[in-house]
Every structure is written in C-alpha cells, then in structure tokens.
C-alpha cells in the first residue's frame, strides 16, 4: 500500500530524514513514535506532499513519485488525493457548520453534487458520533468534537490511507478518550493509517506496526510487544523509560 524508498529532506543545513525505507501494507496501523524533532511529523508530511523530500522514493496504491525526477503540480494533486490527513490543530472553516466542513471537499474538490455530498457527510458524521452537532459552527463544539469533524472532513472524500499528526496533543485530558475511539473503529474498520502520536496506550492497543524514529532515522521497529515489551535498541530503551 505504501512503500518509501531511501527518503532524504533536509530544511537549510539541517538533515531532517537520513534515508527513511518504510512499508505499510493495505489496512495496517503503523504508530510512529520518537521525542521532539527526530523527524516524525516531517516523515508524515511528505506522504502527502506537504513537504517535498529531495529524494528518495513513495509509493501509495498504484501511484509512485521518484524525486529525483520533476514533480509536476498535475502529478502532486493526484498523489494527494489518496491521503486525508489530520493535524494537531482542527483548521476547520469557523463560518461553517460541522456539516458543511465535512462537505465542503467533496463538493468543491470532487464536484460531488450537494444533495448527494449531505447525505455521505451525515452518515460520516454519524460515524464519529456527531449527528446531532451537524448544524453547529466549530466555536460551539469541544475540542474533542472538533478534531471528530477534521476526521469525519478527511473521510469524506473517500481516502484510501489516513494521516494521522498528533491527533489529540492540544486537547484536554478527558477529551482524548473520545477521539482515540474513533481512531480504533477506523483501524477495526481495515483502514490504512500512519499515526505519529505520545498515547502510548493507543499504540500498544490499535497498531500492528509500531516505528521508533531518532535524528531522522527508524531506529527500531516491530509489533507493539516487539517494541514495547522485547526492546532490541538501548536508544528505544531510554525513551520508552522517560515516558514510564
């Protein structure tokens, strides 16, 4: 499903992925984890092209970008329409209801017609266990129910692979419960996600793959027992100790 080949990116003098290979296969959830700037959001951006490596290779379904070659913008926007990505702030349209946030890709983007858009966007907000918030503007909602609306907004145009960045890292404690269950259901759903996150837990519970990353490498990587219980690396060892 994704196959990325001797990743390079670099921001100025500062090598931010050495030389990444990564394989996830149709319907698995790979958790990446590390500590600040070991270069796992950067590794989650250029999966959809949000940031442009310099080289290497990705794969996603049947379509393939070598950056040593020319990226044309025909090429980029193909590419990105097989991922819905999710970010750490909601960056929902605030003059916009939670129904018309979800519709507004499909509509726009796909020139799906509206009545057909409303349909799928209710039914995906049902989803997530939002159908009685469809009217709402983003103000009105939590935080937890914000980040709902991202998700449900990403599905909406029929993604085949879900990025996940961070998702619950700016809400409140008690609202994270809610968003990871969505999460869950999408991974016992069979979708294929990439999530770069701390929640252990949810690592431990949803992921069939679990990617330790440091100074822009994978240092280890393997089942979340593999990873959490039976640690090869003494670098994995340390970061696992400081979050215990």
């Known amino acids: 499903m994704i196959h990325v080949t001797n990743l390079h990116k670099r921001f100025g003098d500062l090598e931010v992925l050495k030389g990444i290979d990564l394989a996830v296969n149709k319907g ?4 990446v ?8 959001t950067t590794l989650l951006r250029t999966l959809n092209l949000l940031e442009e490596p310099e080289k290497g290779e990705i794969t996603i379904g049947n379509q393939s970008i070598n950056f040593d070659e020319k990226l044309t913008k025909k090429k980029k ?13 909601h960056n929902l349209f605030p003059h916009l209801t939670a129904l018309e946030n979800v519709m507004e890709g499909p509509v726009t983007v796909q020139k799906i017609p509206k009545d057909k858009a409303k349909k799928q966007a209710t039914t995906i907000l049902e989803k997530v266990g939002l159908g009685n918030k469809l009217d709402v503007y983003p103000h009105q909602l939590s935080g937890g129910q914000q980040q709902r609306v991202g998700i449900a907004r990403a599905l909406a145009t029929g993604v085949e692979v879900m990025l996940f960045d961070e998702p619950t890292s700016a809400l409140d404690p008690e609202l ?3 968003v990871l269950d969505v999460m869950k259901e999408l991974a016992d759903e069979g979708m294929t996600m ?6 252990m837990s949810f690592a431990q519970e949803a992921a069939d793959k679990v990617i ?5 490498t994978i240092i280890e990587q393997g089942t979340p027992d593999q990873v959490f219980t039976f640690t090869k690396m003494e670098r994995t060892n340390q970061f696992l100790n400081r979050l215990r």
């Not at 984890?33 to 796992?40: D, E, V, Y």
């Not at 926007?77 to 702030?89: D, E």
């Not at 990439?194 to 929640?199: A, C, I, L, R, S």
Request: hydrophobic letters at 40%; zero cysteines.
């Open 28 to 31: 698995e959830v790979v958790v």
């Open 176 to 178: 994270v419960g809610d």
């Open 212 to 216: 330790f990353m440091d100074e822009g």
């Open 33 to 40: 984890i590390g500590p600040s700037g070991s270069g796992k």
């Open 77 to 89: 926007v193909q590419f990105r329409k097989q991922t819905g990505m999710v970010f750490q702030s």
């Open 194 to 199: 990439v999530v770069v996150t701390h929640e």
